[in-house]
């Protein structure tokens, strides 16, 4: 009965587990696998083309590619500024929301999980038109307080992106948090108010490190997403060339490599490097962040 529980139990996971399998682990060996390998061409490069092994070649030369480690390294600087900012001001309006009424907080949840609800591509679009100085209200309305200020400049380009991002994310980092929020026991807050804390002490005290989890969770999900944004500079670059390039952030590069130039060994390549660069990055932070229960 036992056994049979288990198999019955383990069949729930078997959906996530085949996609898992064949979306994810897949892929990675099969890319993992085509690194190993280059393409060359015979002759003058008029007859065919040949594949062979050279084993960490094509590492040894996405590590020293320059174009490559300074993207990574212009997305990193830009996450380390970008995801403080959004994670501080979801929780900040999940704090907001416990201090409200079930009715009114259900309310206000659904209207900051509408930018979420957009996709992605959808909200770039908009917020460019919003940004552009001939349609977008943005420009004249700088002019009006005595601001010049040009989004698509090459000192403007990466803020306007983070207010982009910081804007499309914030609902969902938020309803995480207000959910964990909702797990403190209440007593705890009735308790402290007896003592005569106020409002600002019992979130610093008791609110914010019963979500410390919550916020290590959105934290390693934002670093995620961070490194692998492709959508708003690829429509950036589509308004200003000249301040967004090819080679802006590393999953640009990556397209590039593979559908542009046709080099899918050293895309693969690329692909695995910025992996495990996404997974130190993750489990540095989460041993950063993280703590032992008690």
């Known amino acids: ?3 049979s529980l288990r198999w019955k139990g383990a069949s729930f996971t078997a959906p996530f587990l085949l996609g898992f399998v064949f979306l994810y682990l897949l892929p990675m060996g099969y890319a993992a696998y ?3 390998f280059r393409e060359e061409q015979s002759g ?4 065919g083309s040949s594949q062979s092994f050279v084993g960490l070649d094509n590492y040894l030369e996405g590590l020293t590619d320059s174009a490559f480690m300074g993207s990574v390294l212009r997305v990193a600087l830009f996450a380390c500024v970008q ?5 501080l001001i979801s929780l900040v309006l999940a704090l907001l929301l416990d201090s409200l009424t079930s009715r009114s907080a259900s309310r206000f949840r659904i209207l900051l999980l509408v930018p ?4 992605g591509v959808v909200a770039a679009i908009v917020w460019i038109n919003l940004y552009s100085p001939n349609v977008g209200p943005l420009t004249p309305l700088g002019h009006a307080l005595g601001f010049d200020w040009d989004f698509f400049a090459p000192s403007m380009v990466w803020p306007s992106i983070g207010n982009l991002l910081t804007w499309h994310g914030i609902g969902y980092n938020m309803v995480i948090i207000y959910s964990a929020l909702q797990a403190v026991p209440r007593e705890l807050f009735e308790a402290a108010r007896l003592d005569g804390a106020s409002e600002w002490r019992i979130a610093r005290s008791i609110k914010i490190p019963y979500v410390r989890s919550a916020l290590v ?3 390693l999900l934002s670093i995620i997403q961070m490194l692998q944004i492709f959508n708003e500079p690829a429509l950036f670059r589509n ?7 090819d080679k802006f952030t590393p999953i640009m590069i990556i397209y590039n490599a593979a559908f542009n130039a046709g080099n899918y060994h050293y895309a693969a390549t690329l692909s695995v490097l910025l992996a495990l660069i996404l997974g130190i990055a993750s489990f540095m932070f989460y041993r950063l962040t993280s703590k032992e229960a008690d």
Not at 44 to 47: E, N, S, T
Not at 116 to 119: F, K, L, N, R, V
Not at 240 to 245: C, F, K, W
């Open 1 to 3: 009965m036992i056994s």
């Open 34 to 36: 085509q690194s190993l």
């Open 44 to 47: 003058l490069g008029l007859g």
């Open 83 to 87: 995801i403080p900012l959004m994670l």
């Open 116 to 119: 979420y609800m957009i996709p």
């Open 217 to 219: 969770l959105t934290g």
């Open 239 to 245: 308004v200003t060339p000249q301040t967004v390039d």
